[in-house]
């Protein structure tokens, strides 16, 4: 056995020894001797036992671990430790920039288990405030989260966005009199991308690969013929084929779709001819022109081919923004600057804040004192501002018996109420939707948060019984969120037509923590549209004149 497996065990030892707070002097000890395996001259596997001991900086106590380690290829010490320590803090042990110490406040005092937590809370500025931590280790801490995930080759939509709307616009640039479009799952606004492909229609393919060639637009480049791969400067991989312009459309078509769409789309039009428009080949077949972001999979066939499509929500049909966050709990902006921005900057008619209920410690989740006060600021500014009101929201935890976070006095004093589960999210399949179904039967209740608390590419999120939980809304009057964030997404977009079938409306619901974070809005758009939402079916796509009625008659019920 070489030095470096053994030198690295010892290393993961003495970190979650200090993880525990055990003895300093034993885990400066085990890190010691760490080192020096690591720099040895000789393989110490080859040693005995009574040789290890005499080696400087071992000792007889560590001796005993290297040796228990080659003969067993464990430690039983080690192994006790780790069955103590949640996975995700373990794998937290190997991101540059923070120890056992770091590691340690984030999980006992901010609650964080999973690299993907970690990164969520980065991102909504909760790690500055925490001790020994500062705004450049919370930067430092997402950048190096973000190229683990790139090094996965799986990227968010909202990270390649920019990067690839960039692309495109130099090729276009390049190429000004070719036919350019993305495909496959870019162009599908797919929430994980894997591979960015782009189709170029050009009668001029050796000169179009010399110049893409010559442009140093990516990395790695290689060419096959028809198809220039490589990677960007984020490291996403980059297919970009070329056609015939007069098979640009068709081959637009054909790899636009998922194998499922085209399947079903070929059973009413067997062949395709070269056509001068997308919208050609839908007409062919006697279907209404299918939106690129609805081409996953068979559903929306039938509704194009009986005209009955829906007409997709768009960032310019959403009216207000609800479920979002304050310096009152863990945002970064003030009450009056979250209102003025939606106001000022997004022309909206109203702000619902839902800061976090009193169970998470860990967001400075309010007391029902500082709910009054918070209430008592809100009355304060929706005299001093026109034309725009800021509803009283709360984000309370769901318990873990599918309580409310306060008592019945308190929840009524609030215009609405988002439910959100944030704890416990490893119950089983019928339990946690007991659980969730129980916050939703909840009078007080007006909207589902985040049903599942998954985080992509890092967090699953609760297992449900999908259908009980949405028809428990239905039952209920209860709005089920989408949260824009696009590290959730969530509901997911694949469960939207289920609930609007069942006449449940869905909200996009920022959940931001700053400013910036309305932003969001743009990405839980694209996703609800993906699920074929229309404004008349989402919550916050009513006027304020409409939801204050709607707020009113689910407290009068």
Same mark, same amino acid.
């Given at each position: 056995?070489?030095?470096?497996?053994?030198?690295?065990?010892?290393?993961?030892?003495?970190?979650?020894?200090?993880?525990?707070?055990?003895?300093?002097?034993?885990?400066?000890?085990?890190?010691?001797?760490?080192?020096?395996?690591?720099?040895?001259?000789?393989?110490?596997?080859?040693?005995?036992?009574?040789?290890?001991?005499?080696?400087?900086?071992?000792?007889?106590?560590?001796?005993?671990?290297?040796?228990?380690?080659?003969?067993?290829?464990?430690?039983?010490?080690?192994?006790?430790?780790?069955?103590?320590?949640?996975?995700?803090?373990?794998?937290?042990?190997?991101?540059?920039?923070?120890?056992?110490?770091?590691?340690?406040?984030?999980?006992?005092?901010?609650?964080?288990?999973?690299?993907?937590?970690?990164?969520?809370?980065?991102?909504?500025?909760?790690?500055?405030?925490?001790?020994?931590?500062?705004?450049?280790?919370?930067?430092?801490?997402?950048?190096?989260?973000?190229?683990?995930?790139?090094?996965?080759?799986?990227?968010?939509?909202?990270?390649?966005? &920019?990067?690839?709307?960039?692309?495109?616009?130099?090729?276009?640039?390049?190429?000004?009199?070719?036919?350019?479009?993305?495909?496959?799952?870019?162009?599908?606004?797919? +929430?994980?991308?894997?591979?960015?492909?782009?189709?170029?229609?050009?009668?001029?393919?050796?000169?179009?690969?010399? *110049?893409?060639?010559?442009?140093?637009?990516?990395?790695?480049?290689?060419?096959?013929?028809?198809?220039?791969?490589?990677?960007?400067?984020?490291?996403?991989?980059?297919?970009?084929?070329?056609?015939?312009?007069?098979?640009?459309?068709?081959?637009?078509? *054909?790899?636009?779709?998922?194998?499922?769409?085209?399947?079903?789309?070929?059973?009413?039009?067997?062949?395709?001819?070269?056509?001068?428009?997308?919208?050609?080949?839908? +007409?062919?077949?006697g279907f209404d022109f299918i939106l690129a972001e609805l081409r996953e999979d068979s559903?929306?066939?039938?509704? &194009?081919?009986?005209?009955?499509?829906?007409?997709?929500?768009?960032?310019?049909?959403?009216?207000?923004?609800?479920?979002?966050?304050?310096?009152?709990?863990?945002?970064?902006?003030?009450?009056?600057?979250? &209102?003025?921005?939606?106001?000022?900057?997004?022309?909206?008619?109203?702000?619902?804040?839902?800061?976090?209920?009193?169970?998470?410690?860990?967001?400075?989740?309010?007391?029902?004192?500082?709910?009054?006060?918070?209430?008592?600021?809100?009355?304060?500014?929706?005299?001093? *501002?026109?034309?725009?009101?800021?509803?009283?929201?709360?984000?309370?935890?769901?318990?873990?018996?599918?309580?409310?976070?306060?008592?019945?006095?308190?929840?009524?004093?609030?215009?609405?109420?988002?439910?959100?589960?944030?704890?416990?999210?490893?119950?089983?399949?019928?339990?946690?939707?007991?659980?969730?179904?129980? &916050?939703?039967?909840?009078?007080?209740?007006?909207?589902?948060?985040?049903?599942?608390?998954?985080?992509?590419?890092s967090r699953k999120g609760y297992d449900l019984d999908f259908k009980k939980v949405i028809?428990?809304?239905a039952s209920n009057g209860v709005v089920i969120e989408v949260n824009a964030n696009p590290?959730?997404?969530?509901?997911?977009?694949?469960?939207?037509?289920?609930?609007?079938?069942?006449?449940?409306?869905?909200?996009?619901?920022?959940?931001?923590?700053?400013?910036?974070?309305?932003?969001?809005?743009?990405?839980?758009?694209?996703?609800?549209?993906?699920?074929?939402?229309?404004?008349?079916?989402?919550?916050?796509?009513?006027?304020?004149?409409?939801?204050?009625?709607?707020?009113?008659?689910?407290?009068?019920?």
């Amino acid at each position: 056995m070489e030095n470096k497996p053994i030198a690295r065990t010892l290393r993961l030892l003495s970190q979650l020894m200090e993880l525990h707070d055990e003895n300093p002097f034993k885990i400066k000890s085990v890190a010691n001797a760490a080192f020096k395996v690591d720099k040895l001259p000789f393989q110490i596997a080859a040693k005995s036992l009574a040789e290890m001991e005499k080696i400087d900086g071992i000792g007889k106590s560590t001796a005993g671990k290297i040796q228990e380690f080659i003969e067993t290829g464990h430690i039983t010490e080690l192994q006790t430790l780790l069955e103590q320590t949640p996975e995700g803090i373990v794998e937290m042990l190997g991101i540059k920039g923070i120890g056992p110490k770091k590691i340690v406040t984030i999980w006992k005092e901010l609650g964080i288990e999973t690299v993907g937590e970690l990164y969520y809370a980065c991102n909504e500025n909760r790690l500055i405030e925490a001790k020994g931590f500062g705004l450049k280790t919370q930067e430092d801490i997402a950048r190096v989260i973000e190229f683990k995930m790139a090094s996965n080759g799986k990227f968010l939509y909202a990270r390649v966005e &920019a990067e690839a709307n960039e692309l495109l616009r130099k090729l276009k640039e390049l190429l000004p009199a070719a036919l350019l479009s993305f495909t496959r799952e870019y162009r599908r606004c797919c +929430e994980i991308i894997e591979n960015l492909s782009i189709l170029i229609g050009t009668d001029e393919p050796d000169k179009t690969i010399e *110049l893409i060639g010559g442009a140093s637009m990516l990395n790695d480049l290689l060419n096959t013929g028809t198809v220039i791969s490589g990677r960007s400067a984020n490291g996403l991989s980059v297919n970009i084929k070329l056609v015939r312009s007069n098979l640009f459309y068709k081959e637009l078509f *054909l790899q636009t779709g998922t194998e499922e769409f085209n399947q079903a789309f070929s059973l009413r039009l067997p062949s395709i001819d070269e056509t001068l428009s997308e919208e050609a080949i839908f +007409e062919q077949a006697g279907f209404d022109f299918i939106l690129a972001e609805l081409r996953e999979d068979s559903t929306f066939i039938a509704k &194009a081919a009986s005209h009955t499509l829906p007409k997709l929500i768009t960032y310019a049909d959403l009216k207000g923004t609800l479920h979002n966050h304050s310096t009152w709990s863990d945002g970064v902006n003030t009450l009056e600057e979250m &209102a003025l921005y939606c106001r000022d900057n997004l022309k909206l008619q109203y702000l619902g804040m839902c800061d976090h209920s009193r169970s998470a410690f860990y967001a400075s989740g309010l007391s029902i004192e500082k709910v009054l006060q918070q209430q008592e600021e809100i009355d304060s500014l929706n005299r001093k *501002l026109s034309n725009f009101l800021i509803f009283k929201g709360i984000e309370s935890d769901i318990l873990n018996d599918g309580s409310l976070d306060y008592p019945d006095e308190i929840l009524q004093r609030f215009d609405f109420i988002v439910a959100s589960v944030h704890s416990n999210l490893k119950m089983d399949k019928k339990k946690a939707t007991a659980r969730v179904i129980k &916050a939703v039967e909840n009078p007080y209740t007006t909207i589902l948060g985040h049903p599942t608390g998954r985080l992509l590419l890092s967090r699953k999120g609760y297992d449900l019984d999908f259908k009980k939980v949405i028809d428990a809304c239905a039952s209920n009057g209860v709005v089920i969120e989408v949260n824009a964030n696009p590290l959730r997404l969530d509901l997911d977009w694949r469960w939207h037509q289920y609930a609007l079938e069942k006449g449940v409306m869905l909200s996009i619901n920022p959940d931001a923590h700053r400013t910036e974070g309305f932003l969001d809005m743009h990405y839980g758009i694209l996703a609800a549209r993906k699920g074929g939402l229309y404004k008349e079916m989402c919550l916050n796509a009513l006027t304020l004149a409409e939801i204050k009625k709607v707020f009113e008659l689910k407290k009068i019920k």
